[in-house]
């Protein structure tokens, strides 16, 4: 799998809206950075996600405006913007930010994203 694939992967997971999925491609030193915390351990990063599908209800997340901004052979970074959309109170929401993304392969030689940081544009 290359990087891109990687990212791909990372996203479908997380449309998935099951913790074990999004897991699979994680780094088990990933660290996050969200506009209102950060998320140091795997346990925070799952309360994370699962705090917002609770919360966004068939949250659907994407990625435009990919840019690849370093490549070799053991890591990848990227930035784009994040879309989300999907029910708040039954009601049709939906919104955009900027995101960072930092791959690195781990002993298995596979990509696992290391580092998410997530904001508001």
């Given at each position: 799998m290359?990087?891109?694939?990687?990212?791909?992967?990372?996203i479908?997971?997380t449309?998935?809206h099951?913790?074990t999925?999004v897991?699979?491609?994680?780094?088990?030193?990933?660290?996050?950075?969200?506009?209102?915390?950060?998320?140091?351990?795997?346990?925070?990063?799952?309360?994370?996600?699962?705090?917002?599908?609770?919360?966004?209800?068939?949250?659907?997340?994407?990625a435009?405006?990919?840019q690849w901004l370093t490549?070799?052979?053991?890591?990848?970074?990227?930035i784009?913007?994040?879309?989300y959309?999907g029910?708040?109170?039954?009601?049709?929401?939906?919104?955009?930010?900027r995101a960072?993304?930092?791959?690195?392969?781990?002993?298995?030689?596979e990509?696992?994203?290391?580092?998410?940081?997530?904001?508001?544009?």
């Amino acid at each position: 799998m290359d990087h891109k694939i990687a990212l791909q992967t990372y996203i479908d997971a997380t449309n998935t809206h099951d913790f074990t999925n999004v897991k699979n491609v994680l780094h088990e030193d990933a660290v996050y950075w969200f506009t209102d915390k950060t998320c140091t351990s795997l346990n925070e990063i799952q309360a994370a996600f699962e705090n917002a599908w609770d919360v966004i209800k068939d949250e659907v997340y994407s990625a435009t405006d990919v840019q690849w901004l370093t490549v070799d052979e053991n890591s990848a970074t990227c930035i784009y913007t994040f879309h989300y959309e999907g029910y708040i109170d039954e009601e049709f929401i939906s919104g955009s930010g900027r995101a960072t993304n930092v791959f690195t392969k781990d002993g298995n030689r596979e990509w696992k994203l290391i580092h998410e940081h997530l904001s508001s544009v």
